[in-house]
């Protein structure tokens, strides 16, 4: 099993960006995205089943950020508008049987992507 997460970079605030990630090795019930910012703790961002019947957003990106996955392949996407310094973190995919917004429901990690947002 393999999740190679990209996209990451550094936008100034009120800017967008597109995380990708490719996941490969199995079937999967659903994913998500989960941040961690320098000396904080990983946070959930957003979760979605596979097909795209539930989805799940944290307070903070709700209505900015947006989840989605390619039907055409296994590729995850994360497309985050308005973003904001407070945004700025190392981004990590995930991916499981069943979709959850639980950091320790996940086994299966991407490494993280770095999103830098400047004022």
């Known amino acids: 099993v393999q999740l190679q997460a990209s996209g990451g970079g550094s936008v100034q605030a009120g800017g967008s960006l597109r995380l990708s990630c490719v996941a490969s090795?199995?079937?999967?019930?659903?994913y998500a995205w989960f941040r961690q910012a320098p000396g904080k703790e990983r946070e959930f961002v957003a979760a979605?089943?596979?097909?795209?019947?539930?989805?799940d957003y944290a307070d903070s990106v709700k209505g900015r950020f947006t989840i989605g996955r390619d039907n055409t392949d296994n590729t995850l996407h994360l497309r985050m508008n308005s973003l904001k310094p407070e945004d700025t973190a190392l981004y990590y995919c995930?991916?499981?049987?069943?979709?959850?917004?639980?950091?320790?429901?996940?086994?299966?990690w991407g490494q993280g992507t770095l999103v830098t947002v400047s004022s």
């Open positions: 090795g199995t079937t999967f019930g659903g």
């Open positions: 995930a991916a499981r049987a069943r979709w959850s917004r639980r950091r320790d429901d996940y086994t299966f």
């Open positions: 979605s089943s596979w097909r795209g019947e539930y989805k």
